[in-house]
């Protein structure tokens, strides 16, 4: 079925548009790998890792992205954002990359993960409820759920946007705070006790207004440990 399918419909490249692959190997490798920063200050970090100065009681305790908002990493992005078609097909290919990139670069975060797995748990960034109906699928979700069970993590959709918040792009770094703030809060019959330990998952890392407010949240809940994963930055 796929190989006929394939025929009528063939796979094409995300960044460049070439035939046989969703993500060919010439734009992963042009991924932008640059050096990891403090998820609070946004200075260079090894590891990704908070700075210990830079620590308040409910903020991030990491950041890792993919790689750049740039070129194929960014096309790439914005077709799983609009293209809801091909979504369920590229999310896994992105999933992958995550992965290999991870091992590669991070084996801070790999390992932190590897070693306490049961610990551990994937929750992505939540749209509003209209905004999901309306695209029919939110793709952090979706690459939360697949990341997680390529890395044999427990997934849950812990948190919950409470109220419609208009879209950051177009705001500045204290407007999106404000914009933000208030806006999550943990699902009804969630506890964290179990897996204190959080991935939070999401596409775009742009001010970390929206991952360091989830992340309040989920550590005024009981979560000890909150990591921010991203596709890009
Ligand atoms: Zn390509
Ligand atoms: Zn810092």
Redesign the pocket.
């Known amino acids: 079925m796929n190989i006929i399918l394939d025929l009528f419909f063939p796979k094409k490249?995300v960044?460049?548009k070439?035939e046989g692959s969703y993500?060919?190997q010439?734009?992963i490798a042009d991924i932008l790998q640059t050096d990891l920063i403090c998820p609070q200050c946004g200075n260079l970090s090894i590891g990704g890792l908070t700075h210990p100065g830079c620590e308040r009681s409910f903020s991030l305790d990491g950041l890792w992205s993919l790689g750049i908002y740039q070129g194929?990493l960014k096309r790439a992005i914005q077709k799983l954002k609009y293209e809801p078609a091909l979504v369920r097909d590229f999310a896994p290919v992105l999933a992958d990359i995550i992965v290999y990139y991870w091992k590669k670069y991070s084996p801070y975060l790999f390992d932190l993960v590897r070693k306490n797995k049961s610990q551990w748990v994937v929750v992505p960034v939540p749209l509003f409820w209209f905004r999901e109906n309306k695209r029919g699928f939110n793709q952090s979700k979706l690459l939360g759920q697949i990341l997680s069970k390529k890395l044999g993590l427990d997934y849950c959709d812990a948190l919950k946007r409470i109220r419609f918040t208009r879209s950051q792009v177009k705001l500045k770094s204290e407007q999106r705070r404000k914009n933000i703030y208030g806006a999550f809060e943990i699902s009804s019959n969630y506890t964290l006790d179990a897996k204190p330990y959080v991935l939070l998952i999401d596409d775009v890392w742009t001010t970390g207004s929206t991952l360091r407010e989830c992340a309040k949240v989920l550590k005024k809940a009981g979560a000890t440990k909150v990591w921010a994963m991203t596709l890009a930055r």
């Open positions: 490249c960044g460049c070439k993500f060919c010439d734009c194929s």
